[in-house]
């Protein structure tokens, strides 16, 4: 799934692209990307002749500032969202088209579904998107002390994996950066938060912005089925990059010690059982 990195190099990618364009027309191949709406035509009437004025982002959403409306977009485990011309092929999965009255559209393509986009009033977005209004701080917008991150550490007392993925705690950390971060922090996934020193809490926060700062700049992570990419049709490099995720059995980077995979839920977390403590 798409994680904050990726979805912020949308959103930039966005911004250039698409913000000041008027939409001329869109099309829908079928009810699952817009379940939120009774049907087409609702979805439809409520973006036809609209000027995208900004992109913005919260946590893994992508917000179109559309007049009195907001358009939001999350992309799910293999959503895409690609800029293209009239005239290229359609891609399979492709469920909606976005053509702007310069020319040129904005597809979005989901081979698993589910992804999704919506329309709400700006008025109504707390109230009928609480996923969205409910959302922990976000890494890139709301800069705190490295005290006040320890207290809301201390007061959750989760297993610290758990925590970081917790998107009521921190917007936009999935399975991939909550492996990384850790690593670079030197700490196991399974540490209980509020069992944290002082210096320990130092490094979580600075391991924190740093791996998701590094990210963007290498335009988030495509794993190896290469389902995520850019505005531009791009993979992303940070996968290049991962310390631990997806490198079970390879020496870990830091110590030499084979990376290690267990089981999370329903997921896979990868950690050096050596300098991870």
Known sequence: MPELPEVETLRGDLEKEVVGRRIKTVDV??????????NKKHFINKIEGQKIERVTRRGKYLLLSLGEDVLLIHLGMSGQLLKTAAKD??????HVTFTFTQGGQLRFVDPRT??????????????????????GFDPLVDVMSWD???????ARKVKLKTLLMDQRFI???????????????GLRNDRSSESLSTQEVRRLYRALLETINDAIKHRGSSLADQQYRDLYGAV?????????YAREGEACRR???PVMRSRWGQRSTFF????QV
């Open 29 to 38: 191949s079928g009810m699952r990307a817009i379940r939120r709406h009774p």
């Open 89 to 94: 092929p359609v891609a399979p999965h492709t």
């Open 114 to 135: 589910f992804g999704e986009m919506f329309v709400v009033t700006t008025e109504a977005l707390v109230a009928d998107c609480p996923e969205v209004s409910e959302l």
């Open 148 to 154: 006040a991150f320890g207290a809301r550490l201390r």
């Open 171 to 185: 917007a936009g950390i999935g399975n991939i950066y909550s492996d990384e971060i850790l690593w670079a922090a």
């Open 236 to 244: 992303g490099s940070y996968q290049s990059e991962h310390k631990v």
């Open 255 to 257: 110590c030499r010690q």
């Open 272 to 275: 050096c059982g050596s300098c």
